[in-house]
């Protein structure tokens, strides 16, 4: 079992950074691919980035490639999203899931079995 809780969201203006934390508690962090996850209003939740378990291995949407970086801290049983320059089009609730069946990156919302709360985003024009 375990728990995520992201905290680290709100509002930014274009261009602007911020950074999202997902702790995680429990069992089995340091085995798990990691992925970040993001819903916008009348939107499906779509991929924005995985990490393996190790940290050596990562996924991005095209969307946000060159500009977000995942990465995981094992001792902490935490996993970072950096986001530079940020658009409008990156408003969205974020979401941190973790993987009770992978260790390597995964993109589908079906391989992740747990799920954070969610922290919202909001980037201003």
């Known amino acids: 079992q375990v728990q995520l809780v992201e905290s680290g969201g709100g509002l930014v203006q274009a261009g602007g950074s911020l950074r999202l934390s997902c702790a995680a508690s429990?069992?089995?962090?340091?085995?798990?691919?990691m992925g970040w996850f993001r819903q916008a209003p009348g939107k499906e939740r779509e991929f924005v980035a995985a990490?393996?378990?190790?940290?050596?291995?990562?996924d991005y949407a095209n969307s946000v490639k060159g500009r977000f970086a995942i990465s995981r801290d094992n001792a902490k049983t935490t996993v970072y999203l950096q986001m530079n320059s940020l658009k409008p089009e990156d408003t969205a609730v974020y979401y941190c899931?973790?993987?009770?069946?992978?260790?390597?990156?995964?993109?589908?919302?079906?391989?992740?079995?747990?799920w954070g709360q969610g922290t919202q985003v909001t980037v201003s024009s």
């Open positions: 899931a973790a993987s009770r069946l992978y260790s390597s990156t995964r993109k589908s919302t079906h391989d992740y079995y747990y």
């Open positions: 429990g069992r089995g962090f340091s085995t798990s691919a």
């Open positions: 990490i393996n378990w190790s940290g050596g291995d990562t």
